[in-house]
């Protein structure tokens, strides 16, 4: 399978190419700061399985906000500066599978530094690296006006409408391209970019993912530790064969009288919050410490007495389903790095209001409507996710009854998708022997994927590591009251800048701070503001405002 990853030589003949291309021999004629149109037209072309379809100089753009979009940060365009806009592929080994599209940005005026951004869902998007990343404060200049390369890719397939997103899954290449190859692949080739254009190699490298890109870059730590130097996954689908199984698992329990309705989620909301919200001396509507509140809170006191039912009270069948979703989910043999299990969910934000991603129980595990066969669009995001799955992925039949799945009969495929998809290996003494650092997120109101999986990840790492040594390069964080994409509760911190100041000048991270921002420029005010404690430490309140950091401190 080697042949299928872009290999150094073949980078190396490339560079040499273009080298020639633009006027000089074994030295380059000029760099995209001294001649920025010449330099950019003359990326265009082909070299073994790289090609350059388009690359344009692109003027300053200003900054605009969008009435509507999928997330609070997907409505924001960040201002750009002067860049030249690189539009490429790398073609596949196999015939029948798709190209790996990519995206790279070259700033006229670059810092010497990269940021790989992460993918989505299914991905089959093309990733363009022109977005704000992760977590971003809505007020700050994107990376790349800051000077970085940004670049991306669509991991090798593309999605179409009307089709499911797992269908590129039934080709091998592309479904290794998905796992991991695809992010490698662009890597390369973008270093290949950056020193054609500026005439060296980045400085340093940084990758940014949030759910699948924060996989993305877990996998990147443990397949190619020595490939960047700072990462950041946030709300990372760590334990990915396991998500897809559990998610699919609390869809088929709702298929009936499980389902629960809009006003009854926010019967649940309320008395969570009425259960736990004090816990932390503050009445703010939030629970900063969750996994307290998952020992305090009795779904069971929500069951409606002598047979009635109604949006005050659950039935029998709908608190099995709570059960189900808040309980583990057990596989009958191990997976990749010998897990077996996937824990269940845990409480609050589970009336956080849905809008395509965005939300708690009704965006990503009940939708509008009960599960159906095949998902519709207006069922829940995990059984979208988790039936098309073990459609597609796992039991390869797209015409699969889900109800009659059954996981033994299925267990070499498992195994062949966790080593491919489970970023779970806890061995990262390379990536720290040479100096990466790594920071995770989690969101503890995060419903599309668990939070609990990446805490257990992490402590994982401990366990191999040591605690000390562990804390000499990774940090993990929890965000308490925040849904998968940054809503709910505060969720915005410059991570990049935390990166970087702890890569590049050795400030390791403490307790950070988290806002919340209203959607509106220029100034997108703070509407509130949290500390944002490393685990397993979470806010306690002091006094003060309730919206601001300073009132609260973190403490296990």
Known sequence: METMTLSSAKLCAWLVGTATALGATGAFAATLAEDADTVCKGLVGSADAVKIDAATLQTASQLAVAERG????????????????????????????????????LPVEWNGRSVQYGGGGFNGVLI????????????????????????????????????????????????????????????????????????????????????????????????YPDDFDGIFARVPVINWVGLQHAGTRSGLVTMGEGWINPAQVRLVGDAVRAACDKADGSDDALVQDPVGCKAAFKVETLRCVDGKSGDQCLTDAQI?????????????????????DYPGWGVSGEDTPAAGPTGGWMAWWLGAAPPVQPPAPNNGIAWIYGAGGIRYVFARDPNLDVTTYKVEEHKARLLEVSSLMDSTDPDLSRFRARG???????????????PYAGIRYFESVERKLGKAETAEFARLYTAPGVDHVGSGAPANVDMLSVLVDWVEKGTAPGDLEVTEQKVEAPSFSVLRAMPLCRWPAWPHYKSGPVTQASSFACAP
């Not at 054609?196 to 996989?215: I, L, N, Q, V």
């Not at 099995?320 to 077996?340: C, I, M, Q, R, S």
């Not at 990466?436 to 994927?449: K, P």
């Open 70 to 105: 999928p997330t609070p940060s997907g409505r924001i365009t960040p201002a750009n500066p002067v860049f030249c806009k690189v539009l490429g592929q790398i073609e596949p080994v196999d015939p029948k599978a798709p190209p790996v599209k990519f995206q790279v940005n």
């Open 128 to 223: 363009t690296g022109l977005a704000l990343p992760p977590a971003y404060p809505f007020d700050k200049p994107s990376p790349l006006a800051r000077g970085f390369v940004t670049y991306g890719t669509d991991s090798g397939h593309e999605s179409k409408p009307g089709e499911p997103p797992q269908l590129f899954a039934l080709n091998d290449e592309a479904f290794e391209n998905f796992a991991h190859r695809a992010y490698k692949k662009v890597r390369d080739t973008a270093v290949a970019l950056m020193q054609r254009a500026y005439g060296k190699k980045p400085d340093k490298m940084y990758f940014m993912g949030s759910s699948e890109g924060g996989r993305e870059a877990l996998t990147m730590a443990q397949r």
């Open 320 to 340: 099995k389903a709570v059960d189900t979703l808040h309980a583990t989910y057990k596989f009958p043999f191990a997976l990749a790095n010998g897990l077996d």
């Open 436 to 450: 990466g650092r790594l920071i995770m997120l989690e969101h503890m109101a995060d419903y599309a994927q668990n």
